[in-house]
């Protein structure tokens, strides 16, 4: 593995992956996408069509869009759950939508930032419009002209078929206020709205899927936050909270349960490796990514979320900052095996999604903007680009033998294929569909320079020891 000892490495994949049941990671595929507002809903349609081919180029299955309700709702509707209300104004979002489904792309829409005739009175100084008290009636009532008009049958438009409840609701940034005094209080109000959210949706759409959570991965101590403006409760416990789940796991008394199909969650590591835990146990990196499992499989024991059975468990967010072109970011070479590594790691911990953020990196200077893509601002590829579309990792699992998990790019005969004096030697072979998760174990001892390929296309190096 890149950037650290490989002896070393395959110990922490085994600790950090191997405890999970592969009898339900086996069984899952993989959905892959991209977030990228700017782009991909772009005014100039020449920017918006090109890079949607290029996400779609890159082997995505989704895209995630932020849609702001303040900026589509420009005034209070009359009628609020019908899409054609004219204090509705949906046009950017259409032709985002139009322009994806053109490129075989699904749409993941993220709703929030509520209007002013949605919000709490009296937004205090500083917290951001849209993100105090939002009104979950309100919110349900938006959701359901949402899901109506892109049900597939409303002038023609395309059907959406996933709609996530929220971005970040354990930030201040986004849900406003975090704590009542001494008690927490996003958690009580999230809960609202996503249940709103969800009646909303299935009333338009009863098949459409129903995503909550998209939980920061970090937050703070109530009495001491790293931003006294802008206080955070952490992942966990916000969750635990949602669910009406205590400490331990075990089910509290419960005002309303949570009604989802799938739960989201943002494994973000900054700058540290995919096989790095946080510091908090209830803050979530991506090797924590299991615990958020364990959160939502008691809440489906204790019967704290609706409808019952087993949900999905999607990463709606993850990315690395990477130099160029900014100092504070990791090299782009690093980025690129910690985009397949968390692939893997995510995919095992029960993710049956993931959504990178972004597609291309903005122009400088940074901050504000994300240079997280696998793209350059110039259009240039980053290595990235090839990990993300055919991401291609091992580990060792015995003295001759190691396990292959990959991800391929096309339908053909795949080779794992080892580097030797002269040219590759191929280990195995076996065959491959376009977007299937493969998972050989070859016989190999000692180091080697190990690749995935399927007829012209290789996978990046993985360096196995």
Not at 172 to 198: C, I, K, V
Not at 427 to 449: M, N, Q, V, Y
Request: proline share 9%.
């Amino acid at each position: 593995m890149y950037g650290m000892g490989l002896a070393a490495s395959a110990v922490v994949l085994m600790l950090a992956i191997g405890l999970f049941g592969s009898a339900v990671a086996d069984a899952r595929g993989l959905k892959t996408g991209f977030i990228d507002n700017s782009l991909f809903t772009s005014p100039d349609a020449s920017i918006r069509n090109t890079w949607l081919g290029r996400a779609a180029e890159d082997g995505a299955d989704i895209i995630r869009i932020n849609v702001s309700w303040k900026e589509i709702a420009t005034s209070q509707p009359a009628s609020p759950t019908d899409p054609a209300d004219p204090a509705y104004d949906f046009s950017s979002l259409d032709r985002a939508i139009e322009s994806a489904n053109a490129r075989g792309l699904s749409v993941m829409l993220t709703v929030l930032k509520a209007p002013p005739f949605a919000e709490g009175n009296n937004r205090p100084h500083g917290v951001r419009p849209g993100a105090w008290k939002p009104d979950p009636h309100a919110y349900g009532q938006f959701a359901q002209a949402l899901a109506a008009r892109y049900s597939g049958s409303f002038m023609g438009l395309p059907q959406v078929k996933y709609f996530e409840a929220w971005n970040e609701p354990n930030v201040t940034l986004y849900l406003a206020p975090q704590w009542s005094g001494r008690r927490m209080f996003a958690p009580d109000r999230y809960r609202q709205l996503l249940n709103a959210f969800y009646s909303g949706i299935k009333a338009a759409q009863p098949g459409a899927t129903v995503i909550g959570g998209a939980v920061s991965p970090f937050g703070d101590p109530r009495t001491d936050p790293l931003d006294p403006r802008n206080p955070r409760i952490r992942p966990l416990a916000f969750l635990r909270d949602v669910f009406c789940l205590d400490r331990k796991l075990k089910g509290t008394s419960c005002p309303s349960k949570p009604h989802l199909d799938v739960l989201s969650q943002h494994p973000i590591n900054f700058t540290n490796p995919p096989s790095y835990s946080a510091v908090s146990p209830d803050d979530v990196e991506v090797a924590d990514f299991h615990n958020v499992r364990r959160v939502l499989r008691a809440a489906e024991r204790t019967h704290h979320v609706l409808p019952g059975g087993s949900h999905g468990l999607w990463a709606t967010e993850f990315w690395w900052f990477t130099r160029p072109p900014v100092r504070s970011g990791i090299p782009v070479n690093k980025q690129a095996r910690w985009v397949e590594q968390s692939m893997y790691m995510l995919w095992k911990q029960g993710a049956s999604a993931i959504v990178n953020f972004n597609l291309q990196d903005p122009a400088g200077p940074f901050p504000p903007g994300s240079p997280s893509g696998v793209f350059f601002h110039d259009g240039r590829k980053k290595p990235s680009y090839t990990s993300f579309r055919f991401p291609f990792v091992t580990h060792r699992r015995s003295k001759d033998r190691v396990g292959v998990w990959g991800m391929a790019p096309e339908s053909g005969t795949l080779k794992v294929q080892a580097r030797a004096k002269k040219g590759w030697r191929t280990l195995d072979t076996l065959p491959a569909h376009e977007g299937s998760i493969f998972k050989p174990t070859i016989r190999l001892r000692g180091k080697a320079s190990l690749r995935g390929s399927i007829g012209a296309t290789h996978s990046l190096v993985w360096q196995q020891r």
